[in-house]
């Protein structure tokens, strides 16, 4: 079963309620394509006994599927900005014998474990989500203040592809572009600040060459 809350508006919400509106149908079958590191990511969760997953940007509900597969004792969460991207969620988490989830239509710059009935969450994942949030770093510390003591942060998304070719790394970035899609490329750094100021801890992972970043973002146990 799932629950659908709506709390989200502007342009950018609009924007990608424009994208997704016909996109939904086949996101899922084209972008295991290009979205490496996902199901990595998802092996690496180690979700405690009845432990609570909350994804950020959450789209189709493909990961919260396989989440609630690799992880039957997890209580799951989901958000997204857009409201055509949760019917697909709904519809692909809501069947039968599925773990429930509760869904809901969000900023992830500006949410609260409240807003799901939480205090915190002892895993977040954002998998290539955050090449997408135009104030991205706000998205990341909205994470990291929801987070249970010894939760961690779990990101997927694109690298710099910094060991492959230039004209693969310049050719693939102008594509994305044409999706609204930006790699980060201060990801890491941003990570690592926030990580020196607050006493937590890091663990950054390029794969495919630099083609796709990991990061597992650990708040310290209080």
Same mark, same amino acid.
């Given at each position: ?8 508006? #502007? ?14 149908? &086949?996101?899922?079958?084209?972008? $295991?394509?290009?979205? &490496? ?24 509900? %493909?990961?919260?599927? !396989?989440?609630?597969? %690799? &992880? ?18 709904? +519809?692909?988490?809501? $069947? ?7 869904? @809901? ?15 915190? &969450?002892? %895993? ?13 770093? $706000?998205?990341?510390? +909205? ?6 003591? /010894? ?12 060991? !492959? ?8 970035? /102008?594509?994305?572009? @044409?999706?609204?899609?930006?790699? %980060? ?9 926030? +990580?020196?100021?607050? #006493? ?11 083609? +796709? ?10």
């Amino acid at each position: 079963m799932t629950a659908i809350e709506t709390d989200a508006g #502007g342009s950018h919400a609009d924007r990608m309620d424009r994208m997704y509106r016909t996109q939904r149908h &086949f996101y899922d079958l084209t972008r $295991k394509y290009y979205l &490496f590191g996902r199901d990595t990511l998802i092996n690496d969760l180690n979700v405690p006994t009845g432990g609570s997953v909350l994804e950020v940007g959450c789209g189709t509900g %493909r990961n919260l599927a !396989l989440i609630s597969q %690799r &992880f039957p004792h997890a209580r799951l969460f989901g958000l997204d900005i857009s409201a055509e991207m949760l019917v697909s969620a709904e +519809a692909k988490l809501g $069947k039968p014998g599925r773990t429930r989830t509760i869904l @809901r239509v969000a900023d992830a710059t500006g949410f609260q474990p409240s807003e799901f009935g939480e205090t915190g &969450f002892d %895993r977040i994942v954002i998998s290539y989500a955050l090449s997408m949030i135009p104030d991205w770093e $706000k998205a990341i510390d +909205a994470a990291i203040a929801a987070l249970n003591p /010894g939760g961690s942060v779990h990101i997927a998304d694109f690298g710099q592809q910094e060991r !492959l070719p230039h004209l693969f790394q310049r050719g693939l970035q /102008g594509w994305l572009k @044409r999706f609204h899609v930006t790699p %980060r490329k201060t990801m890491e750094t941003v990570l690592k600040c926030n +990580a020196a100021k607050l #006493g937590d801890s890091l663990e950054f992972r390029p794969i495919g060459r630099g083609y +796709a970043w990991l990061f597992t973002y650990r708040r310290a146990a209080k």
